[in-house]
C-alpha cells in the first residue's frame, strides 16, 4: 500500500517542482487577479449605492464573497489540466501508462494537487498587500463550524473541478479537438457556479435548479459556507450530500470514459 502511494507522492513532488519553476507567473496572475476585484468594488459598489442591502447582504458581505471566491479559484479551480490530458492523448504519451502499474486519474490528481498548491500559496502575496484596503469592508461570519465544514467543501470542489476537467481531456479519444466543450462548460461555469453574481439572488426556482448541478458545488458552495450566505447548517449537510454525489458520478463518468478510450485508443492504434 505504501509502495503505491509513494509513486503518486513522487508524481506530486514533480508537479510541485515543475509549477515552482513557473511561481512568479502566477504571482502575476494573482496579482492581475486584484483588478478583477477592484471592478467587482466598483461595479457592486455603484449597485450598492442609496441601498443598505441587496438579496438581504450589504455590500460588505458582497464584497467578501467575491474575495472568497477569487481565493478558492486559485485552490480547487482546475486551469488547464484538461488541456494537458488532451495533449498527451493526442502525442501518444499516455502510452506509457497503459504498461506501469500507475493509476493514470491518481496520477494527474497528485499533479493537480501540486499545482493548487503553489497557486492558492502565490495568491495570498496579493491578499496581504489588498486587505489593508479592504479590511473596513469585509466581513466574516462568527460561527466556528463554518470552518471544518468549508474545507470539506473545498475538498470536494476540488474533486469535482478536477473530474469535470478530467472527463473533456478523455473526450480527446473520439474528438480531435476539445477547445469548444471547455469554453462551454466555462461560459456555464461563470454563471451557475457564482463567479459573475452570487447565485442566492437568481429568481428562487432558478436557484434550487442550480443546487442539484455539478456547477454551484464546484466553487459557490464553498464560497457561501464561508461567507455566511448560506446561514442554515442543514441546508450546508444537506448540499455536502449532493456534492459527494457529484463526486461518485464524475468518479464513475472518468473510468467508463477512460476504459471505453483505451479500446477506441488500442483499435485505432493497431
Not at 183 to 205: H, K, N, R, T, V
Amino acid at each position: 500500500m505504501f509502495s503505491a502511494l509513494s509513486k503518486y507522492q513522487h508524481a506530486f513532488l514533480i508537479g510541485l517542482q515543475s509549477n515552482l519553476v513557473y511561481r512568479w507567473n502566477f504571482a502575476v496572475r494573482g496579482f492581475f487577479s486584484m483588478f478583477h476585484l477592484a471592478v467587482v468594488f466598483i461595479l457592486w459598489g455603484a449597485a450598492y449605492a442609496g441601498v443598505p442591502a441587496i438579496g438581504g447582504f450589504s455590500f460588505g458581505q458582497t464584497l467578501t464573497y467575491f474575495l472568497v471566491m477569487l481565493v478558492l479559484q486559485f485552490f480547487v479551480g482546475a486551469f488547464n489540466e484538461d488541456y494537458q490530458i488532451s495533449e498527451e492523448i493526442r502525442n501518444g504519451l499516455i502510452n506509457q501508462f497503459l504498461l506501469k502499474p500507475i493509476n493514470y486519474f491518481l496520477y494527474r490528481f497528485s499533479i493537480f494537487l501540486a499545482a493548487r498548491l503553489v497557486t492558492g500559496t502565490l495568491i495570498l502575496l496579493p491578499l496581504l498587500v489588498t486587505l489593508p484596503l479592504l479590511r473596513d469592508y469585509l466581513t466574516l461570519p462568527a460561527e466556528l463550524w463554518r470552518i471544518p465544514l468549508g474545507l470539506t467543501a473545498m475538498v470536494l470542489s476540488a474533486l469535482i473541478q478536477f473530474s469535470i476537467a478530467y472527463c473533456f481531456g478523455m473526450l480527446t479519444f473520439w474528438f480531435l479537438e476539445i477547445q469548444g466543450f471547455v469554453i462551454l462548460s466555462m461560459a456555464i461555469e461563470s454563471i451557475l457556479g457564482g463567479q459573475m453574481f452570487p447565485l442566492d439572488l437568481l429568481p428562487g426556482w432558478l436557484y434550487r435548479l442550480a443546487q442539484f448541478l455539478p456547477f454551484y458545488y464546484q466553487t459557490y458552495f464553498p464560497a457561501a459556507i464561508f461567507t455566511g450566505r448560506i446561514s442554515s447548517l442543514a441546508v450546508v449537510g444537506q448540499g455536502l450530500v449532493i456534492q459527494l454525489g457529484w463526486v461518485l458520478v464524475l468518479l464513475a463518468l472518468n473510468q467508463l470514459l477512460w476504459t471505453r478510450g483505451l479500446r477506441r485508443h488500442t483499435a485505432v492504434g493497431g
